[in-house]
T-cell receptor, first 110, second 114 residues
Framework: EDQVTQSPEALRLQEGESSSLNCSYT??????LFWYRQDPGKGPEFLFT???AGEEKEKERLKATLTKKESFLHITAPKPEDSATYLC???????????FGSGTQLTVLP | DTAVSQTPKYLVTQMGNDKSIKCEQN?????MYWYKQDSKKFLKIMFS???????INETVPNRFSPKSPDKAHLNLHINSLELGDSAVYFC?????????????FGPGTRLTVT
């Protein structure tokens, strides 16, 4: 069975303090990996798709990387508005169904 | 111009009742999904559906059924509601094809069964 594990569960940072979130996965044949952001009371918002090991994507202060076993979401000089839960997901079974990790709740303090 | 919308936003009902949640997408996507997010915020796929194929997660009780009147809508019907059905339900949509396409999510429906 495909599994996705995210760490840490929660992360508190001071504004400007860079860090990384981890997403490790066990799947039978990786077809790609998604990162989403979820704010309280809202649906997940798409951030990145990574298709193969070695790929990197950037968006503002966020940078996602992918290896054969895990993905990292690097946050550079975060701001309070970056506070949210960050979810990673991989396609499993049917390519249209996603298996999500439990998320990392990021809090950035001013 | 909301991409994926759901109604209602909140739904409070009693055990044993039957209820529906509506979902509409205006992205022109041909595949839609329903996910359940439990109290621990874990997001789990329930169904994926396009006009050719319905894929049901094996853990979903048959009290839950998706109904699609057209490509832009996928409604979720729940019969004989139970306390354990309380959760947030998200609808999502995506394109379908050889490439892996991202899914876009609605705002969620918080279902509370009393």
């Amino acid at each position: 069975e495909d599994q996705v594990t995210q760490s840490p569960e929660a992360l508190r940072l001071q504004e400007g303090e860079s860090s990384s979130l981890n997403c490790s996965y066990t799947v039978s044949g990786l077809r790609g990996l998604f990162w989403y952001r979820q704010d309280p009371g809202k649906g997940p918002e798409f951030l990145f798709t990574l298709y193969s090991a070695g790929e990197e994507k950037e968006k503002e202060r966020l940078k996602a990387t992918l290896t054969k076993k895990e993905s990292f979401l690097h946050i550079t000089a975060p701001k309070p508005e970056d506070s949210a839960t960050y979810l990673c997901a991989v396609p499993s079974g049917s390519a249209r169904q996603l298996t999500f990790g439990s998320g990392t709740q990021l809090t950035v303090l001013p | 111009d909301t991409a994926v919308s759901q109604t209602p936003k909140y739904l409070v009902t009693q055990m044993g009742n039957d209820k529906s949640i509506k979902c509409e997408q205006n992205l022109g996507h041909d595949t839609m999904y329903w996910y359940k997010q439990d109290s621990k915020k874990f997001l789990k796929i329930m169904f994926s559906y396009n006009n050719k194929e319905l894929i049901i997660n094996e853990t979903v009780p048959n009290r839950f059924s998706p109904k699609s009147p057209d490509k832009a809508h996928l409604n979720l019907h729940i019969n004989s509601l139970e306390l354990g059905d309380s959760a947030v339900y998200f609808c999502a949509s995506s394109r379908t094809g050889g490439t892996l396409y991202e899914q876009y999510f609605g705002p969620g429906t918080r279902l509370t069964v009393t």
